[in-house]
């Protein structure tokens, strides 16, 4: 059995350093990153070799992938041990993925019901900080296209511009969008805003022969379809 070696710290403590077959960047290149542990393959986005690090990592969201990935860059930074470089490598790492999982859901997805939408959209963004205004473009047998994030922030939607909306969707000579945005408080209850801007991006596709087939918000577990309520939709 190969030994373990041993590093001196300034704090006088011994610890073993793992010989460099067991290290996570050899393991990677190695077996690739389906054969290492969660452990493992946070160490290696944060490069290095001290695995008690990166579990630190781990359990500083209980364990829970699903909290890590919603992490912002200020709560990785907040982790002993991970500086301000490290937080947002973190942060990127995350951010990555959420838009690699986002563009595999979305690739042809038929939306048959305002639900469809709402559930495509949900788990992304029901749980962000702020709110973000999304753009989902459709062909003739309403499957989405792609998918736009076109505003972030505080959205005053009296703001929205009416060209920008339309513009992916015409770019890519989409028939119909859906449009989309979250409310932080977690009730989706449309605003009078909200309704006025549907009724200026409605009036809007039909003279641009992009039909607006829906305005979805999104809040915590919660949506609301605006043309079901028909709100906005009233000369559709």
Same mark, same amino acid.
């Given at each position: 059995?190969?030994?373990?070696?041993?590093?001196?710290?300034?704090?006088?403590?011994?610890? $073993?350093?793992?010989?460099?077959?067991?290290?996570?960047?050899?393991?990677?290149?190695?077996?690739?990153?389906?054969?290492?542990?969660?452990?493992?393959?946070?160490?290696?986005?944060?490069?290095?070799?001290?695995?008690?690090?990166?579990?630190?990592?781990?359990?500083?969201?209980?364990?829970?992938?699903?909290?890590?990935?919603?992490?912002?860059?200020?709560?990785?930074?907040? @982790?002993?041990?991970?500086? $301000?470089?490290?937080?947002?490598?973190?942060?990127?790492?995350?951010?990555?993925?959420?838009?690699?999982?986002?563009?595999?859901?979305?690739?042809?997805?038929? @939306?048959?019901?305002?639900?469809?939408?709402?559930?495509?959209?949900?788990?992304?963004?029901?749980?962000?900080?702020?709110?973000?205004?999304?753009?989902?473009?459709?062909?003739?047998?309403?499957?989405?296209?792609?998918?736009?994030?076109?505003?972030?922030?505080?959205?005053?939607?009296?703001?929205?511009?009416?060209?920008?909306?339309?513009?992916?969707?015409?770019?890519?000579?989409?028939?119909?969008?859906?449009?989309?945005?979250?409310?932080?408080?977690?009730?989706?209850?449309?605003?009078?805003?909200?309704?006025?801007?549907?009724?200026?991006?409605?009036?809007?596709?039909?003279?641009?022969? @992009?039909?607006?087939?829906?305005?979805?918000?999104?809040?915590?577990?919660?949506?609301?379809?605006?043309?079901?309520?028909?709100?906005?939709?009233?000369?559709?």
């Amino acid at each position: 059995m190969e030994q373990l070696t041993f590093t001196t710290f300034n704090t006088g403590a011994t610890r $073993p350093t793992l010989p460099a077959s067991d290290q996570p960047g050899n393991r990677i290149r190695e077996y690739g990153p389906p054969a290492l542990s969660t452990t493992e393959l946070i160490a290696c986005i944060l490069g290095t070799k001290d695995l008690d690090l990166a579990l630190a990592v781990y359990n500083h969201f209980d364990g829970s992938l699903t909290r890590l990935a919603r992490a912002q860059c200020h709560e990785f930074a907040a @982790i002993p041990g991970i500086g $301000p470089a490290t937080a947002a490598r973190l942060a990127a790492t995350v951010e990555l993925g959420r838009r690699a999982s986002c563009e595999r859901a979305d690739e042809l997805y038929q @939306i048959r019901a305002p639900a469809d939408a709402a559930n495509l959209l949900m788990p992304k963004i029901q749980d962000l900080p702020q709110e973000t205004f999304h753009v989902m473009c459709l062909d003739t047998r309403n499957r989405v296209l792609k998918t736009q994030c076109l505003y972030t922030g505080s959205l005053n939607t009296s703001l929205v511009r009416i060209a920008e909306v339309f513009h992916l969707a015409n770019a890519i000579h989409a028939c119909g969008i859906i449009v989309a945005h979250n409310h932080p408080s977690g009730d989706p209850t449309p605003s009078a805003e909200d309704i006025a801007l549907t009724r200026r991006l409605v009036d809007a596709g039909k003279l641009l022969e @992009i039909e607006v087939l829906d305005h979805v918000i999104i809040g915590r577990n919660h949506w609301i379809s605006l043309r079901e309520r028909g709100l906005g939709f009233e000369t559709a």
